[in-house]
Structures are given as structure tokens and as C-alpha cells.
């Protein structure tokens, strides 16, 4: 491992609203700047350079991959635009960080992680999920293996909406777009939930889904799809997400782990996020259901206080990928295999809903 002295980032596009977020997190990170901007949309790209201070924007994106004083390049254009601008990254022998989901067919994942491969870069997709410190207790206490083997699990995952969460307007126009988002709420939530699940319980072997259009009849994409997994490991799942959720704040992210030896509830998005663990293999006096208290640890990268509860796992997630990248720690974040194996699941999750059949994932 080499140590670095700084990350000097480049942000593609502020199509989607998380590049607002990790820009955040870069300018409040020591070691990290964001040299560049580059949008197609030149207004919404200036205007993003001017809020951070960022010296240098470009029109084409491409002037932007170019620069020598880029280091890693940030993504966040529309999901069917990534795979050409990851590539060019690659080629450039740039490190890049991805949003999810990575792409919108199989050919372009796999074009991508061949492209870093080819050019000894690391691709990271964005699953900022795991970095809630609800998550990462989560995953703690699996791989403690006091929950014995995963026998079932189950996640509920939705907004009430795009737009009624507050995304701009040319976000939800891309979004809701199968063309350029890929999709609706099952790519969109299901990234999150998928991932999660295969963090936590383990490689999906195959997958059968429903989908329909029951809130927003609107939409060319779902609002809602609900879907049985089997892992490779054996085990049974169940993923329902939703565009149209009634929900406290507005969104909702919970996963249900049931093992041999006890189960776990995960709220990685509510008013108050939490872990609670069932379990008969403790002191007695702490048998049955426990929630472990969960607060900042003093090398907590921000004031909580100035991160509002369902995107203070951003900075987080920005703040490990500095800390791996400027000790040379691989992989910085979760991997493009990660990505691409998110994705295969997602594609068998519509294949199956056209066809009605089980799809294999693997």
C-alpha cells in the first residue's frame, strides 16, 4: 500500500441530487478538493462549481477525464449514461466513484469493470446504505454469527416520491424515464435493498417479481414491486419497494434478518434509526430482544447535528473512501463486482415480472 498526500476529485454531472451530498462531504474533508465540474447542463454545472468553490467547469465531460490534476472521478449523470464515462475514467487511469445503480443493462457493467480492470483503476459503486451506523452494526453482529445461518430476510424500502421528497425537477424527469433511469422504484430503491441483503445475507441465486403502477398511474415506470429472492446460501427473501409510500419522513429503509439462532431488525432510515437483535445465546439477563445503543464514535467524520438523519451516512460513506484511498487501502468502497452483481439481480427482477416466471440471477 502507498500512502497519498490528497484526492483532487472530479465531479461528472449534477444530474442526480447525491452529487450535491458528496460534494458537501469532499469540501469538508481535510485531504480532499474537487478541482472540476463538468455538466452538460451548464447552468445547473456552474451554478454547483460557484456553491463550492470548485476553480475549473466543463461543458463536455470528457475535458474533465482529461485533466491530469484529476485523481478520481465522481459520477452522477443519468444511470444509462455512466458506462461511457466510466470507461473514458478508466482509460484516463482514473479512479472512479460511481452512483447506483452502475449502469442499466449487463453489457455495460461488464464494460466497466473490464475497463478498470484493464487499466489497474478501482471502480467503486455508490451503496451509501452500508455506511449508516445502524448497517454497520448490522453487519457487526452477523458476522458475529450470534444469529446462526440466515434463514430468511426481508426489506421494505420506498419514498413517498420523487419530487414529494424534494428531487429537482430535471432529476425526476430522467428518473422516471425507462429509458435513461432504467426503470422506477425497483432499480431506484431495490439498488439499496439488494445490495444491503447480499452485504449482509449473502450472493441471490434467483429471483421472481411482481410490478405495477397502483399510486402514481402516471408513470411509464413502477411504483411498486414486491419480489422473492432464494440466495445461494439457501436461504428465502422478500424486497418490496415503493415510489408512492405514506411514510413519517417521507422514506423508509428496513431489513429483516431471521436466522437459526436468533433475528435482527435494521432501521437504516426513520425518525429514530436502530438495530434490534432477538437472541438466546447471551448472559441470561440479556436474553430475548436487545437494541444496542448506538451514538457517534469521537472519530465520527462531521457533526451529526449539521447532517440531518437520512443523508448523514453520506458523509460517511465520503469520508471512508478519502481515508482508504489516501492510505492505499483497496478496495476504497464496495467493488464494480459488487455493481454489476446488484445489477444482474435487478434485470432478473424485471425479466421475471414480464416473463412470470423464476429467473436465475447467477
Known sequence: MSEKSSLR???????????????????????AEVVAVADDNIER???????FNVP???ADWRDLVARQDIDVVFVHSENNAHVDQVVMAAEYGKDIFCEKPMATTLDDADRMVKAADDNNVELTVAFVSRFAQEAERAKQIVDSGILGDIVSARSIIGLAGLAEIGCPADMVSWMEDPVTGGGGAWI??????????????????????????????????????????????GALG?????????????????????GSKGSLILENTSNSPRVAVYTEGLRPELNGWVEPHIVPAVT???????????????????SSYVSRY??????YGPTGIDGRECLAALLAGYKSAESGILESVR
Do not use: C
Request: aromatic share 8%.
Open 326 to 331: 489516501l492510505s492505499g487501502e483497496k478496495p
Open 45 to 51: 454545472g456552474k451554478s454547483a462549481a460557484e456553491r
Open 56 to 58: 475549473h467547469f466543463h
Open 188 to 233: 431506484d430503491e431495490g439498488s439499496h435493498a439488494i445490495d444491503l441483503l447480499r452485504w449482509l445475507a449473502g450472493d441471490i441465486e434467483s429471483i421472481s417479481m411482481l410490478m405495477t403502477k397502483k399510486v402514481k398511474t402516471h408513470l411509464p415506470v413502477e411504483d411498486e414491486a414486491i419480489a422473492l429472492l432464494r440466495f445461494a446460501n
Open 238 to 258: 422478500e424486497v418490496n419497494t415503493s415510489w408512492s409510500l405514506a411514510i413519517d419522513v417521507g422514506m423508509r429503509n428496513v431489513t429483516e434478518l431471521y
Open 300 to 318: 465520527e467524520p462531521h457533526d451529526y447535528q449539521s447532517w440531518p438523519p437520512h443523508i448523514h451516512h453520506y458523509k460517511r460513506e465520503v
Open 9 to 31: 476529485a472530479g465531479m461528472i454531472s449534477w444530474a442526480h441530487i447525491h452529487a450535491e451530498f458528496r460534494s458537501k462531504a469532499l469540501s469538508e474533508i481535510p485531504g
